[in-house]
């Protein structure tokens, strides 16, 4: 069955410290991969996808990601973390193929809270 | 800007009073979304419409239906609310066959029952 991990619910990170975000896929093929962030009260914003090509992806707010293949991973990395990073952050993933209807599956989520 | 759009942001309704929440898009998207996330979870995929045809989840309860008039607007009806059905309520959409998936989220309705 398809499934997404993010091993890790709560992070605390120093601001100006850097942050991965961790994401684990179970899926039959290579699929579309997706990290959103969300602030509280607040919609899913997409910070970068992966489709094919260069296996690091280069996103909104100076996050970046980078899609392991042989790991199944595409975790989310920022150099130095602001404050106004805060916020809950979901990676997801969508099937390839004829007859999808742009499906995604979420992981659970990780919370990252940033000290000052 | 092109968006999507959700109304009202915050909806109270009563035990077992119907209630509709909205969703309009400027995307021109052929794909649309609804979402129930509860606090600290995923977001959870109620239903879809890919042009017109309706796509329910297999676990979506039946108190929930959806209308898609045109390509613009979407909404969610639930006809009789529990208190279970307190949720924030996510609208999505996503121009699927172009080959770009991602979704586009709306603000959220933050949905109480009282």
């Known amino acids: 069955a398809q499934s997404v991990t993010q091993p890790d619910i709560h992070i605390t990170v120093s601001e100006g410290a850097s942050l991965e975000l961790r994401c684990n896929y179970s899926y039959g093929a290579t699929p579309y991969l997706f990290w959103y962030v969300q602030s509280p009260g607040q919609g899913l914003q997409l910070l970068l996808k992966y489709f094919s090509g260069d296996t690091l992806v280069q996103g909104i707010k100076g996050f970046e990601a980078e899609f392991k293949r042989s790991q199944s991973s595409f975790n989310l990395r920022k150099p130095s973390v602001h404050w106004s990073d805060a916020a809950e952050y979901f990676c997801?993933?969508?099937?390839?193929?004829?007859?999808?209807?742009?499906?995604?599956?979420f992981g659970q989520g990780t919370t990252l809270q940033v000290k000052p | 800007d092109a968006m999507v759009i959700q109304n009202p942001r915050y909806q109270v309704t009563q035990f077992g009073k119907p209630v509709t929440l909205s969703c309009s898009q400027t995307?021109?998207?052929?794909?649309m979304y609804w979402y129930q996330q509860k606090s600290s979870q995923a977001p959870k995929l109620l239903f879809h419409y890919y042009d017109k045809d309706f796509n329910n989840e297999a676990d979506t309860p039946d108190n929930f239906q959806s209308r898609r008039p045109n390509t613009s607007f979407c909404f969610l009806d639930i006809r009789s609310p529990g208190l279970g059905d307190a949720a924030m309520y996510l609208c999505a959409t996503s121009r699927v066959g172009t080959g770009s998936y991602e979704q586009y989220f709306g603000p959220g309705t933050r949905l109480t029952v009282t």
């Open positions: 997801a993933v969508g099937a390839r193929g004829s007859g999808n209807t742009g499906k995604l599956i």
């Open positions: 995307l021109n998207h052929n794909v």
